[in-house]
């Protein structure tokens, strides 16, 4: 939690999607920026709701997040901000992560934890491909098909 305060503080929630803005067909960056805001997103709101357990009593630890993050930085954070999901979707993460990250075969996953995590409604859609990995028309399918659900277009050699 203290190096995602630390990337909150220094403005790096603009910086990671400016970057991903800037390259769009870059896979690697778009998947790391999609783990980046997932991670910092989720370790901050847990932290903050640690914290609110704490002060209301329902805690067993002596020992706060925040004084525990500052122990191993050796500096008195600020409090957690729990507006970490406003303030990525105020800079337009939701737009980034859905029509370029969420498009890479690459990022996908990592663009759906990222938008599930910052509250944003999501679902998955399979979508079957000719040879040259264009999809389909018309071949979007709600939801992940489980094997044996249905019959394999596999032809055994």
């Known amino acids: 939690p203290a190096n995602a305060l630390r990337i909150v503080e220094e403005g790096g929630l603009m910086e990671v999607l400016t970057a991903m803005r800037r390259h769009p ?52 954070l600020p409090p ?26 690459g990022s996908v996953d990592e663009a759906y934890a990222a938008l599930r995590d910052l509250g944003c409604k999501v679902s998955m859609v399979r979508y079957d491909t000719h040879d040259d990995g264009q999809a389909r028309a018309g071949s979007g399918t709600r939801g992940v098909a489980m094997f044996g659900e249905a019959k394999s277009r596999f032809n055994p050699v």
């Open 80 to 105: 957690c901000p729990v507006e970490v999901r406003e303030a990525f979707l105020d800079l337009g993460a939701e737009a980034v992560l859905r029509d370029i990250a969420g498009r890479h075969q």
């Open 25 to 76: 067909s870059a896979v690697p960056i778009q998947r790391q920026g999609s783990l980046a805001v997932r991670n910092i997103s989720s370790r901050l709101i847990k932290l903050a709701e640690a914290e609110q357990q704490m002060e209301g009593g329902g805690g067993t630890s002596s020992i706060s997040p925040k004084s525990a993050a500052a122990d191993t930085t050796n500096a008195l």
